[in-house]
């Protein structure tokens, strides 16, 4: 029988998530040891594509559709930044979360029609849907500027500071990244979650278990797109310009790319991907100019030789084991429609616990 | 004779070449943020050449005071985010102390914050945004705004050659629609109203149904908005159709490109230009000879602007020190530069030059003469 | 200096009547270009039942080494044909064994990511081999006639007539022939084909050939109708010949060549009576509302 003190459960807790502590110290300090703006630049880039690989994880990971269409998400979330802020002047604590919710509307606006079609119409219905946007971004002039774009979205201001150098959008975009992480996390581990990976490995048996498929497409589909937009809000003031060409389905299919290669339908796939296919080009030369090239046989070689990605199916854990923690703390496994819970007593797999 | 010489020059180097180390042989690195992969890569590579032309000049002449000038490049792609990827790169090196670019406004735009708060002076030769130069004190430019563009060649066309029906047809990007803005306004303040205005999206091909439209309305005279392969295409459309108006564009269609595609469906078609071979001054000829010899082509309005971009840098340089603050001190106070593009003022960050006019006669371009 | 205005003004009226005859004609032609690049799309998707996003590069890479052959090797015209055609066959067999027969067992989605793929890489690669630039062949000229009052070039006729051409030639292909039929037991349902002793792995390698290369003829007409030839050529058609496609009912051939037209003579009195930059707005819109409330298109079979 378990009678572990207080501190001892605290001491085990920090043991077991210490390689996460470490991580997070890593990330957290950065900025206190790379000081060169143009190699902080990267990390926000891949802080931000970590967000939208995570979002569209959401969808395509952990859901089983094919979204193709999400920088239609981006971009309104993007665009509704910076109009509040530019056109109503709202203060940036304010645009950025709305932002969020204004991508999340259209997410319900649009998946409400699509999301009961399948497979190959509701695919295709995402991609129309990107290319309308971007449409509408270039024609609708009153509002968007048109191709003009928008320039000098102001600097984000929280509490009386305003942004000055590359650390503070850094640690805003840490911020995001671990908004999103976390709660992504929770979403995926309550019931809600379980529903999802019902829908997405058999979809006719959980119908008739009682899930109502499209409800919960619906709702995945609408805060997938709410983390969107907060990309979006941040991408509009972080390099103060953006114009419809920053949203087009090529910048859908890189983000299509990142979970191919990365791997979805867990949390550490996208953020390899997304890492990988922003941190590559910057650093191989050859591969700065040949970008879209690089991308595109990604996607081949992916599909050809590991289609689930470097990091399959299954959850990653980076948990470790205290001596005197008895308790199994393995991953989770995906068994057909059986999920094997740290909660629940039932069956372990063959003994293995790490991956 | 000549083996004397050999030797004697071998001998010279040898004497001369550990002095031009004690010299501080370290060059001076200017930055060149242009597209040089993507659609609009072809420019990029004519700034490049007009950069490179300039430089090897300098560089035979001695450099600049001894120092030789060399390039870096950076591909901003035409897109806004990697310019601003590409700013911070170079304002994080030390040893670049200005840079020339970028070919786009929306690039020269998103990066001149950050060579803004670097202090180092961001040259566009070709951004002709009226907003650019506003978003700091080291911003320039090489090239009159649209502000002046626009209404120089709406007074040729309707004051100098009398058109009084006249219809435009323009690109929807924001070069395309600042163009056609200022063109219509000026139109309007000569008494000529365009109430026929087309724009097409980039990429569009099939312009049959907007040149349709056009026609209706019977102009006399048809701006056209528009870099030299979509002209070209419009063009060719035009005379398909057999329509004929008088046709006027923007000096960015000046490249021999544009005859090539559009054979004489661009015959009589009307530009304005800072760069034309035969407008005949002194720089304007050794430009044009070197350019030819090195490259093996005719060059173009950017080639010259960013030749221009490079010598009104080094004369900078050479005033004032590498020195990025220095630099900009120097560039605004140039007055009548003879530059190849035009006697060349600074007026805060923008240039005051006369445009020129130009026309394809013949299937060829020439001066235009009344 | 040309002429001024050649082309009479006409009154009011007239005008309206040949505005809309003549954004008829453009739209027939430009119809003709989706008929045909739709239907190889459908040709492919009919019987693989698997989408292709590389349709549209194929039709590009078609009208690439076709302009390349005419203007670098001085082909004729019918060389480059023969050369577009061949090089697009072959694009397209690359494509389906790579993207289709070694993910057999995969299912779609790898498939349909595995084109995107191939799309991407398709076009950057075109313009590193033909660069940015739109090529043209040089002193291409049309000569033209009219018919009540308006001009109609040969190019026009030239297209709409290969379009009819090659449309009959499949629909004899398809509906008279022995590999029609066996095309079309595929189609239908290829595990029952596959009993039957037909060899499905050479059928679907053929029917990508096949619309692979309807795809690249296709390229090749808007090539030299606009001589226009440049690395972007391909996507927006790749685009519309899905939209024409699920307009016209997934599966059906007819009805995706129908589909293309009624697209092309939308979309140009769209430009002719609005503005040109609603082109795509309409095609676009017309695929979501399609997708929408009639997902089987118009003459799809109930999906």
Same mark, same amino acid.
């Given at each position: 029988m378990n009678q572990t003190s207080v501190l001892k459960r605290g001491a085990g807790w920090v043991v077991a998530h210490i390689l996460y502590l470490l991580i997070f110290a890593v990330f957290a300090l950065l900025p206190l040891f790379v000081k060169d703006a143009y190699y902080l630049r990267i990390f926000i880039f891949i802080g931000i594509y970590i967000v939208l690989a995570l979002s569209l994880n959401l969808i395509n990971g952990y859901t089983g559709l094919l979204s193709i269409g999400h920088a239609a998400f981006y971009g309104i979330g993007a665009y509704s930044s910076a109009l509040l802020t530019l056109k109503m002047g709202l203060p940036f604590l304010l645009a950025l979360p709305l932002s969020g919710v204004i991508a999340a509307v259209f997410g319900y606006l649009i998946g *409400?029609?699509?999301?009961?079609l399948t497979g190959i119409f509701l695919t295709l219905s995402t991609l129309g849907f990107n290319i309308i946007f971007v449409l509408l971004a270039i024609n609708w002039e009153g509002l968007t500027r048109g191709p003009l774009g928008i320039a000098g979205i102001p600097v984000p201001e929280i509490f009386g500071y305003a942004f000055q150098g590359q650390e503070d959008y850094y640690y805003l975009i840490f911020f995001l990244v671990l908004f999103t992480l976390g709660s992504t996390y929770r979403l995926i581990h309550s019931r809600f979650g379980k529903a999802l990976l019902a829908i997405r490995e058999e979809e006719t048996a959980a119908e008739t278990v009682g899930v109502h498929t499209v409800h919960y497409k619906m709702a995945i589909f609408v805060i997938s797109t709410f983390y969107a937009g907060l990309a979006g809000s941040f991408l509009a003031h972080y390099i103060r310009f953006i114009a419809p060409d920053n949203f087009t389905f090529w910048e859908s299919f890189t983000l299509l790319a990142m979970l191919a290669l990365g791997g979805q339908g867990n949390l550490i796939g996208p953020i390899a991907g997304a890492s990988a296919l922003i941190a590559l080009p910057e650093i191989f030369r050859f591969l700065t100019d040949h970008r879209m090239i690089f991308y595109g046989l990604i996607l081949i070689a992916m599909m050809l030789f590991r289609r689930e990605g470097i990091f399959s199916r299954r959850t990653y854990s980076l948990k470790i084991t205290p001596p005197? @923690? @008895? *308790? @199994?703390?393995g991953p989770q496994y995906l068994v057909g429609d059986k999920f094997l819970d740290e909660d629940s007593a039932q069956e372990k797999d063959d003994g293995a616990s790490k991956n | 004779m000549k083996r004397f010489k050999s030797v004697f020059l071998r001998t010279l180097l040898f004497l001369v070449i550990p002095f031009s180390f004690a010299y501080g042989a370290e060059p001076i690195y200017i930055g060149l943020m242009a597209p040089m992969t993507g659609d609009y890569a072809e420019y990029g590579m004519f700034f490049r050449e007009g950069i490179q032309l300039a430089m090897d000049e300098i560089n035979k002449a001695g450099g600049i005071k001894g120092q030789q000038v060399e390039l870096v490049v950076g591909d901003s792609r035409a897109d806004p985010k990697e310019a601003a990827l590409v700013a911070q790169k170079f304002v994080a090196n030390p040893k670049i102390v200005a840079v020339i670019g970028d070919f786009t406004s929306s690039c020269a735009m998103a990066a001149a914050p950050i060579y803004e708060s670097a202090k180092m002076v961001e040259f566009s030769p070709s951004s002709s945004h009226p907003e650019f130069t506003k978003l700091g004190k080291f911003m320039f430019r090489n090239t009159p705004t649209q502000e002046h563009e626009g209404p120089f060649l709406a007074r040729w066309l309707i004051k100098d050659l009398g058109k009084k029906k006249v219809a435009t047809i323009y690109i929807k990007n924001d070069w395309g629609l600042a163009t056609n803005k200022y063109f219509v306004e000026t139109a309007k303040s000569l008494g000529v109203d365009i109430p026929v205005q087309e724009s097409f999206l980039p990429g569009e091909k099939d312009y049959t149904a907007i040149l349709t439209k056009i026609r209706r309305d019977n102009p006399e005279g048809l701006f056209i908005g528009a870099m030299y392969a979509e002209t070209a295409l419009i063009t060719t459309q035009m005379k398909k159709m057999h329509f004929n108006p008088t046709m006027i564009a923007p000096g960015a269609i000046y490249s021999p490109k544009l005859i090539e595609l559009a054979g004489d469906a661009v015959e009589g078609i009307l530009a304005n230009a800072l760069f034309f071979p035969e407008f005949d001054r002194p720089e304007v000829r050794k430009f044009h000879k070197g350019f030819v010899e090195k490259f093996k082509k005719e060059p173009n309005n950017f080639a010259a602007l960013a030749y221009d971009c490079m010598n009104i840098l080094a004369h900078s340089i050479k005033t004032g020190g590498p020195d990025r603050q220095k630099i900009r001190e120097t560039i605004a106070a140039v007055?009548?530069?003879?530059a190849v593009t035009g006697a060349t003022t600074f007026v805060g960050g923008d240039v005051v030059k006369e445009y020129g006019k130009i026309t394809v006669k013949n299937g060829k371009w020439s001066a235009y003469k009344p | 200096m040309k002429g001024e205005g050649d082309f009479p003004a006409l009154p009011a009226s007239e005008g309206k009547v040949d505005l809309l005859f003549e954004q008829l004609i453009n739209g027939i032609t430009q119809g003709s270009i989706y008929a045909l690049i739709a239907l190889g799309f459908t040709l492919i998707f009919g019987t693989l039942r698997l989408v292709t996003f590389a349709h549209g590069e194929v039709f590009m890479m078609g009208a690439m080494t076709g302009y390349t052959v005419m203007r670098?090797?001085?082909?004729s015209i019918y060389t480059a044909l023969l050369v577009a055609i061949i090089a697009s066959a072959v694009l397209g067999i690359v494509i389906e064994r790579v993207g289709f027969h070694l993910l057999r067992? =995969?299912?779609?989605q790898s498939s349909l990511l595995i084109t995107i793929g191939f799309s991407i890489v398709l076009l950057n690669l075109a313009q590193l081999i033909w660069g940015p630039e739109t090529h043209s062949i040089p002193k291409l000229q049309y000569g033209d006639f009219q018919v009540l009052g308006i001009y109609i070039s040969y190019a026009q006729v030239i297209v709409l007539a290969v379009t009819l051409l090659l449309l009959l030639a499949i629909q004899v292909l398809i509906y008279k022939t022995e590999m029609g039929r066996t095309i079309r037991a595929t189609a239908q349902d290829y595990e029952a084909a596959y009993a039957m002793g037909i060899n499905i792995d050479l059928v679907f390698m053929l029917t990508f050939a096949l619309g692979s290369l309807l795809g690249g003829i296709a390229g090749m007409l808007i090539g030299f109708y606009y001589n226009a030839f440049y690395h972007t050529m391909g996507s927006v058609p790749g685009l519309k010949a899905f939209c024409a496609c699920i307009l016209g009912g997934l599966t059906s051939l007819g009805g995706a060549v129908v589909a293309g037209f009624i697209l092309g003579i939308i979309e140009n009195l769209a430009v002719g009576y609005? #503005? =040109? #930059?609603y082109r795509d707005l309409f095609s676009f819109g017309i695929l979501i509302l399609v997708l929408i409330f009639r997902p089987r298109g118009l003459f799809g079979r109930e999906v």
């Open positions: *409400k029609p699509t999301l009961r005197w @923690e @008895e *308790k @199994e703390t | 007055k009548n530069f003879p | 670098y090797f001085q082909g067992k =995969a299912p779609h609005i #503005s =040109a #930059s």
